[in-house]
């Protein structure tokens, strides 16, 4: 089996790992390595901090069964506490229990915590100005509840505040949601493979100039898709203990609990995006692992108001509204596009969308599963022009004293483009005085 599995990818068929492997067959039922005994651990690994707060959540119904039970009884029926073998009759955490509840569970399991890593350019390897390859670079351990916040903590030391303008007011605020990095965070660690095979791997959250990721072992579970990701009722649980433990674990400071488990994680992201009119993120799955990927932009900039006031009839829907303003940034958007950045249903995004036809705003293309929408062509073409012009780009001169000065000057229709000077000579002599550079550098 190991041999003899491939997947089919657009340059041929590819030889499955022996890890996609087990991945797939662990997905034929339900897993349970979550509730795997850690016979080394004992119940002094658990924090008392974070189970008396489980149990006093658990114990709040007056209908609650739990309400009578010794602690450690209702730690077993949680599977927080489990045999550490048939024979012995010893009591240990488990895994999930050690993630959930634990005071230090890398002490047992050294990679399961998050690496965040902040890098200067928008690749992997490219180094900064002076030659860092990375901005920030830390490890985050303890259990899901305090990674999620340590996580959150980093991100904020490295996001900068942007500004979003909302009718005539300017509100600056995250480069990224808080609410949605929360989420993503959350659904990567409750989510992630904790099979054997995949202990060795962390969470990965990787900040780019451009976009931010992050990435989880283990792709998509169940019957949740792609393309379903964020619909009412569609949610699968790999790591059900796991999940059922943090459902009753009120996060630091707040009402709520860290974990629902109700199918609305995505649906917060989402929400939270479109408040901060931003688009949604990508979502990338494989067998191996899955990936949420932040474009670092808004759709609702100054030109993109400006647009919409201009060139789109006010009688139409805010949905549809943003809907435009995605093709206008993306080139196209397809159904199942338009309900990740709405939170509409299928048949009201197809209501939607055949409006935008009959307006001309959109034309079809493509048909069946393959369509997709674009612009008018008239109107991209005046969406670019009007883009363009509030560009403002800038030529080094020198003024009447030889000093180096930026003049400025929009770009129109009628100022011509000044012709770029020839760096060439200049490029030379720079290497010859300062020696190997690189393309940045120069």
Same mark, same amino acid.
């Given at each position: 089996?190991?041999?003899?599995?491939?997947?089919?990818?657009?340059?041929?068929?590819?030889?499955?790992? #022996?890890?996609?492997?087990?991945?797939?067959?662990?997905?034929?039922?339900? #897993?349970?390595? @979550?509730?795997?005994?850690?016979?080394?651990?004992?119940?002094?690994?658990?924090?008392?901090?974070?189970?008396?707060?489980?149990?006093?959540?658990?114990?709040?119904?007056?209908?609650?069964?739990?309400?009578?039970?010794?602690?450690?009884?209702?730690?077993?029926?949680?599977?927080?506490?489990?045999?550490?073998?048939?024979?012995?009759?010893?009591?240990?955490?488990?895994?999930?229990?050690?993630?959930?509840?634990?005071?230090?569970?890398?002490?047992?399991? #050294?990679?399961?915590?998050?690496?965040?890593?902040?890098?200067?350019?928008?690749?992997?390897?490219? #180094?900064?100005?002076?030659?860092?390859?990375?901005?920030?670079?830390?490890?985050?351990?303890?259990?899901?509840?305090?990674?999620?916040?340590?996580?959150?903590?980093?991100?904020?030391?490295?996001?900068?505040?942007?500004?979003? +303008?909302?009718?005539?007011?300017?509100?600056?605020?995250?480069?990224?949601?808080?609410?949605?990095?929360?989420?993503?965070?959350?659904?990567?660690?409750?989510?992630?493979?904790?099979?054997?095979?995949?202990?060795?791997?962390?969470?990965?959250?990787?900040?780019?100039?451009?976009?931010?990721?992050?990435?989880?072992?283990?792709?998509?579970?169940?019957?949740?898709?792609?393309?379903?990701?964020?619909?009412?009722?569609?949610?699968?649980?790999?790591?059900?203990?796991?999940?059922?433990?943090?459902?009753?674990?009120?996060?630091?400071?707040?009402?709520?609990?860290?974990?629902?488990?109700?199918?609305?994680?995505?649906?917060?992201?989402?929400?939270?995006?479109?408040?901060?009119?931003?688009?949604?993120?990508?979502?990338?799955?494989?067998?191996?692992?899955?990936?949420?990927?932040?474009?670092?932009?808004?759709?609702?900039?100054?030109?993109?108001?400006?647009?919409?006031? @201009?060139?789109?009839?006010?009688? +139409?829907?805010?949905?549809?509204?943003?809907?435009?303003?995605?093709?206008?940034?993306?080139?196209?958007?397809?159904?199942?596009?338009?309900?990740?950045?709405?939170?509409?249903?299928?048949?009201?995004?197809?209501?939607?969308?055949?409006?935008?036809?009959?307006?001309?705003?959109?034309?079809?293309?493509?048909?069946?599963?393959?369509?997709?929408?674009?612009?008018?062509?008239?109107?991209?073409?005046?969406?670019?022009?009007?883009?363009?012009?509030?560009?403002?780009?800038?030529?080094?001169?020198?003024?009447?004293?030889?000093?180096?000065?930026?003049?400025?000057?929009?770009?129109?229709?009628?100022?011509?483009?000044?012709?770029?000077?020839?760096?060439?000579?200049?490029?030379?002599?720079?290497?010859?005085?300062?020696?190997?550079?690189?393309?940045?550098?120069?």
């Amino acid at each position: 089996m190991t041999n003899g599995a491939f997947v089919r990818v657009a340059d041929g068929d590819r030889r499955l790992t #022996p890890y996609e492997v087990q991945v797939m067959l662990a997905s034929r039922g339900q #897993p349970r390595e @979550d509730e795997a005994p850690v016979p080394e651990a004992t119940w002094e690994d658990l924090d008392t901090l974070l189970v008396a707060r489980c149990l006093e959540r658990l114990r709040a119904d007056e209908g609650s069964p739990f309400r009578a039970m010794p602690d450690q009884a209702v730690l077993q029926n949680l599977r927080v506490l489990v045999p550490a073998d048939a024979d012995s009759g010893r009591w240990v955490p488990s895994l999930a229990g050690l993630m959930a509840l634990g005071r230090y569970p890398q002490r047992f399991f #050294p990679s399961l915590g998050v690496t965040f890593v902040v890098y200067p350019a928008g690749e992997i390897g490219v #180094p900064g100005p002076g030659g860092e390859r990375f901005l920030d670079n830390r490890r985050l351990d303890g259990p899901v509840p305090a990674m999620v916040i340590k996580t959150l903590d980093a991100l904020k030391r490295n996001m900068k505040r942007r500004a979003v +303008i909302r009718g005539r007011f300017r509100e600056d605020i995250w480069e990224y949601p808080e609410d949605a990095l929360r989420e993503a965070l959350v659904n990567a660690l409750v989510h992630r493979d904790y099979s054997p095979a995949a202990r060795g791997t962390p969470v990965q959250v990787q900040m780019f100039s451009d976009r931010l990721v992050i990435v989880n072992p283990g792709g998509l579970f169940g019957p949740v898709t792609v393309d379903r990701l964020g619909e009412a009722g569609i949610s699968a649980a790999r790591n059900q203990t796991l999940i059922r433990i943090l459902e009753d674990l009120p996060a630091a400071g707040e009402n709520r609990t860290l974990c629902e488990n109700r199918g609305s994680g995505i649906g917060a992201m989402l929400a939270s995006l479109r408040r901060a009119g931003m688009k949604p993120p990508e979502f990338e799955n494989t067998i191996a692992a899955f990936r949420v990927i932040f474009p670092n932009h808004t759709l609702l900039d100054e030109a993109t108001l400006a647009w919409l006031a @201009d060139a789109v009839p006010a009688s +139409i829907a805010d949905s549809q509204r943003m809907a435009l303003t995605y093709v206008r940034h993306n080139g196209r958007i397809t159904n199942a596009e338009y309900r990740r950045l709405t939170g509409q249903d299928s048949r009201e995004v197809s209501r939607e969308l055949r409006h935008l036809v009959d307006l001309g705003l959109l034309l079809p293309r493509g048909a069946g599963r393959w369509m997709s929408y674009v612009l008018d062509p008239a109107r991209a073409v005046k969406a670019v022009r009007e883009s363009l012009g509030q560009m403002r780009f800038f030529d080094v001169v020198e003024d009447h004293e030889g000093i180096p000065r930026k003049d400025v000057h929009p770009i129109s229709q009628d100022v011509p483009p000044r012709k770029r000077r020839n760096r060439k000579r200049d490029i030379i002599d720079l290497l010859a005085a300062e020696g190997p550079l690189s393309c940045r550098e120069i």
